[in-house]
């Protein structure tokens, strides 16, 4: 069976793995400050290594925890009762996946800000306007990483919602299936029943038939022996 791709939704996949590649070896530098810029293992410098290992496993995770937390938005349950909005915000955001994806999150935002402050350079919109390079640092920096959280939210398919299981739902067609079944039931045990009814009007009656006809050939008999 041939599945329909969704086109958009692939662009925005590629375009989010894009932000992450760039966003990795910025995480890989602040991460290689915490590394000896003098051990070596294979003719390479361990120190890097390990930094690019560290960023690639963070970005990675990102981008894994991004993917499932879609998948869970995706699978909302469709509420109609109590707080609908605060009951879909704590399906879809207070689960393991969030709280995965925001350590992540934290750790690349700061480690993007650092590089934002460090190599960052002045524009000449900072002077002609008082713009504070704080303001670029965040922006450029330390913000890009928090947009997954709302990736997440733009990746996940809303039109696979319908999917998603509502509990009131699925309470009251369990229920009309629990009723159906007690339905069938009654109706076969009336059937039974019945039928054992009419057996035992039928035995009655071939019983009566039986002992008539006895009766009907004993006087035959004792009529033609008179």
Not at 100 to 115: E, P
Not at 156 to 172: I, M, V
Request: with cysteine; aromatic share 14%.
């Amino acid at each position: 069976m041939n599945r329909h791709i969704n086109w958009s939704s692939v662009l925005l996949w590629a375009i989010y793995l894009a932000l992450l590649a760039v966003l990795l070896p910025h995480t890989a530098w602040a991460f290689g400050h915490f590394e000896s810029p003098i051990a070596r293992w294979l003719g390479f410098q361990r120190g890097s290594l390990s930094a690019w290992a560290a960023a690639f496993a963070f970005e990675a995770a990102i981008a894994a925890l991004t993917h499932r937390l879609a998948k869970r938005i995706e699978t909302t349950p469709r509420y109609t009762t109590g707080n609908v909005f605060f009951r879909r915000l704590s399906y879809q955001y207070l689960n393991s996946f969030a709280a995965g994806l925001l350590i992540a999150l934290i750790v690349s935002a700061l480690a993007n800000f650092g590089h934002a402050v460090e190599f960052g350079q002045d524009f000449a919109i900072f002077a002609k306007y008082d713009v504070s390079p704080l303001f670029y640092s965040l922006a450029f920096g330390g913000i890009l990483p928090l947009v997954s959280l709302l990736f997440a939210s733009i990746l996940a398919d809303t039109t696979e919602t319908e999917s998603g299981s509502n509990p009131e739902l699925s309470q009251a067609k369990q229920t009309i299936m629990r009723l159906k079944e007690e339905l069938q039931a009654a109706k076969e045990k009336a059937s039974v029943a019945e039928t054992r009814r009419y057996s035992r009007r039928f035995s009655g009656m071939l019983s009566y038939y039986f002992r008539a006809s006895s009766t009907i050939l004993s006087n035959c008999f004792y009529c033609c022996s008179v």
